[in-house]
């Protein structure tokens, strides 16, 4: 959700009842702001159904628009198939090689290191034979080949089962870990995103905008809607810096407004640090007394009264200088 302020054009009118060090009384005009919300949703689609139209109340928390979620509803199952066979996999290389895969390996290195000896026995036999001129040279050297292909298949059988003996190592089972965390965090992102798709109001207020229709297809942080903080209204106005000597931060103000008999109490909460259009060298005092200050009135809200954008005047009490320093 962004928020934003009402933003309008404020004429500027500034009187100044005082005059010296006197007090008295001074008078400006301005416009009543509020704060505006701009409600979006976080994630993209179809936009389902907007609840709202312009000028209904809302509560914070209320719902005011769903995006359709089919597509996250399918994203968020194969999420969660692709976390069950990373933590199967984790859980597997964990557990370490299966008994009966290690009985497997030691009865082939059992039949490979019989059939070594075999061919050890077989190969001293052709060479006493060969030594006695009983058997040929040729037949001698197949009995050596034979005997270096068993040896080399008992080296590599043994290497196997204690690879087996060893089980996974620890940075396999890392690998497998990252993966499986990774899967749920997909998961997760996935059940927040089927969160986000129900949009709710950020504050108690009115809609004073819809920006979109049931049916549309929204990016990410498309305007839905934009509610309006009308139980806490401020108006605005410009104040000239010889003013600024003689009002203070939480004195009351008294407001009007056309149409409206009566006054109205507000509260002066702000006023800018730096002057509107201030310009580069300030040199003499009627230069100065150009300068005007952004001030903000709290308003008291009895029965709905003040509405965006409505004009109103104030007029201050304007202190002494002598009662600004007591």
């Given at each position: 959700?962004?928020?934003?302020?009402?933003?309008?054009?404020?004429?500027?009118?500034?009187?100044?009842?005082?005059?010296?060090?006197?007090?008295?009384?001074?008078?400006?005009?301005?416009?009543?702001?509020?704060?505006?919300?701009?409600?979006?949703?976080?994630?993209?689609?179809?936009?389902?159904?907007?609840?709202?139209?312009?000028?209904?109340?809302?509560?914070?928390?209320?719902?005011?628009?769903?995006?359709?979620?089919?597509?996250?509803?399918?994203?968020?199952?194969?999420?969660?198939?692709?976390?069950?066979?990373?933590?199967?996999?984790?859980?597997?290389?964990?557990?370490?090689?299966?008994?009966?895969?290690?009985?497997?390996?030691?009865?082939?290195?059992?039949?490979?290191?019989?059939?070594?000896?075999?061919?050890?026995?077989?190969?001293?036999?052709?060479?006493?034979?060969?030594?006695?001129?009983?058997?040929t040279v040729k037949a001698r050297?197949?009995?050596?080949?034979?005997?270096?292909?068993?040896?080399?298949?008992?080296?590599?059988?043994?290497?196997?089962?204690?690879?087996?003996?060893?089980?996974?190592?620890?940075?396999?089972?890392?690998?497998?870990?990252?993966?499986?965390?990774?899967?749920?965090?997909?998961?997760?992102?996935?059940?927040?995103?089927?969160?986000?798709?129900?949009?709710?109001?950020?504050?108690?207020?009115?809609?004073?905008?819809?920006?979109?229709?049931?049916?549309?297809?929204?990016?990410?942080?498309?305007?839905?809607?934009?509610?309006?903080?009308?139980?806490?209204?401020?108006?605005?106005?410009?104040?000239?810096?010889?003013?600024?000597?003689?009002?203070?931060?939480?004195?009351?103000?008294?407001?009007?407004?056309?149409?409206?008999?009566?006054?109205f109490t507000g509260r002066l909460?702000?006023?800018?640090?730096?002057?509107?259009?201030?310009?580069?060298?300030?040199?003499?005092?009627?230069?100065?007394?150009?300068?005007?200050?952004?001030?903000?009135?709290?308003?008291?809200?009895?029965?709905?009264?003040?509405?965006?954008?409505?004009?109103?005047?104030?007029?201050?009490?304007a202190r002494s200088v002598n009662?600004?320093?007591?």
């Amino acid at each position: 959700m962004m928020r934003s302020s009402f933003i309008v054009l404020v004429p500027l009118v500034i009187l100044s009842g005082c005059s010296g060090d006197q007090g008295g009384t001074i008078s400006a005009s301005g416009h009543v702001e509020v704060t505006d919300v701009r409600v979006a949703a976080k994630v993209g689609g179809r936009l389902a159904s907007l609840m709202v139209q312009e000028g209904d109340s809302v509560a914070a928390g209320q719902v005011v628009a769903q995006i359709d979620t089919l597509d996250i509803i399918n994203e968020l199952a194969r999420a969660r198939a692709e976390l069950v066979g990373a933590d199967a996999q984790l859980r597997l290389v964990e557990a370490g090689t299966r008994r009966e895969d290690l009985a497997r390996a030691a009865e082939e290195l059992a039949r490979a290191e019989a059939e070594l000896r075999a061919a050890g026995r077989d190969l001293a036999r052709m060479e006493e034979l060969a030594g006695s001129g009983a058997a040929t040279v040729k037949a001698r050297d197949d009995a050596a080949t034979r005997h270096d292909m068993a040896e080399r298949s008992v080296g590599a059988l043994r290497a196997a089962r204690d690879r087996l003996v060893a089980g996974a190592r620890s940075e396999e089972i890392d690998i497998a870990r990252a993966r499986r965390d990774a899967a749920r965090a997909v998961v997760q992102t996935m059940i927040q995103r089927m969160s986000d798709a129900t949009v709710r109001s950020p504050l108690d207020g009115v809609v004073t905008t819809r920006g979109a229709e049931p049916g549309e297809i929204l990016p990410p942080g498309a305007l839905l809607c934009v509610v309006s903080d009308l139980a806490h209204p401020w108006l605005v106005v410009y104040l000239d810096e010889p003013s600024l000597g003689r009002v203070h931060l939480g004195d009351s103000v008294a407001v009007r407004v056309d149409g409206v008999p009566g006054t109205f109490t507000g509260r002066l909460h702000h006023v800018a640090s730096v002057a509107e259009f201030t310009p580069k060298n300030v040199q003499t005092p009627d230069e100065r007394a150009k300068l005007v200050f952004k001030a903000k009135v709290s308003l008291d809200h009895p029965r709905g009264l003040f509405k965006p954008g409505m004009p109103a005047d104030a007029e201050f009490t304007a202190r002494s200088v002598n009662d600004r320093d007591r």
